[in-house]
């Protein structure tokens, strides 16, 4: 069972529409990753985030430690979000680059 | 400053043959990981290395190697290819242990 659960599996908005994207995992962590991957494979980090929470341009990104929860929210979504959101974990116990990967949301935004 | 560069792009090998991809850091970094991502597995983590030490090494036979020189660039060998290793190979390169990691496009390996 993996340890990092997305949900959605795939999500559809039109442009200009909120999105949020959910990731839960079930043991400590020392930070977590929001990384975005569009078709052709190539991946961006959106963010590094251990406590609270972080914002840039229409992203933002939230995480409660004790809830074992994290949220990526796209603001007025644009058809170039259209992409995989994948949510990862580093844990307490595990190195800095040792990440472990949610299955990932697909985003589609249609014009 | 060039990000992370990955060769070859692709690669189209046969099974039993032995392949090796080359990672190049962004100037600069030190700490490079490499991944393993396919369509039933996901992402999954292979190895990490840290000023030319392995620091860690994920759940992969003994058929995946790797290593770092001194100019921090990286490659991974896989022998004896299965039908199984066909997969997005992606690799990470970071200023420390720590940092954010900024991805390469990653080497697309089909095994024949």
């Known amino acids: 069972k993996n340890e990092v659960e997305q949900s959605p599996q795939n999500l559809t908005a039109q442009e200009g529409e909120f999105i949020t994207i959910n990731c839960s995992y079930s043991?400590?962590?020392?930070?977590l990753h929001w990384l975005q991957q569009h078709p052709g494979g190539g991946i961006v980090s959106l963010f590094m985030l251990s406590s609270g929470k972080k914002k840039h341009g229409r992203l933002i990104a939230t995480i409660n430690i004790q809830e074992k929860h994290s949220s990526l929210h796209i603001t007025a979504s644009h058809p170039r979000d259209s992409a995989v959101h994948i949510c990862a974990v580093l844990h307490s116990t595990d190195s800095w680059g040792k990440l472990q990967f949610g299955a990932g949301t697909q985003v589609v935004v249609t014009p | 400053k060039a990000g992370v560069t990955q060769t070859p792009r692709y690669l189209i090998k046969t099974r039993g043959q032995q392949v090796t991809l080359s990672c190049s850091p962004i100037?600069?970094?030190?700490?490079v990981s490499w991944y393993q991502q396919t369509p039933g597995q996901g992402l999954q983590f292979l190895f990490e290395y840290f000023s030319e030490t392995q620091r860690n090494k994920g759940n992969f036979p003994g058929r995946f190697s790797g290593r770092q020189f001194s100019n921090s660039r990286s490659e991974m060998n896989v022998s004896t290819l299965e039908l199984g290793d066909s997969a997005l190979y992606l690799c990470?390169?970071?200023?420390?242990?720590?940092?954010?990691?900024?991805f390469g496009p990653g080497t697309r390996l089909t095994v024949l």
């Open positions: 990470a390169s970071s200023w420390a242990l720590g940092d954010t990691q900024y």
């Open positions: 043991v400590g962590i020392s930070a």
């Open positions: 100037s600069g970094h030190r700490s």
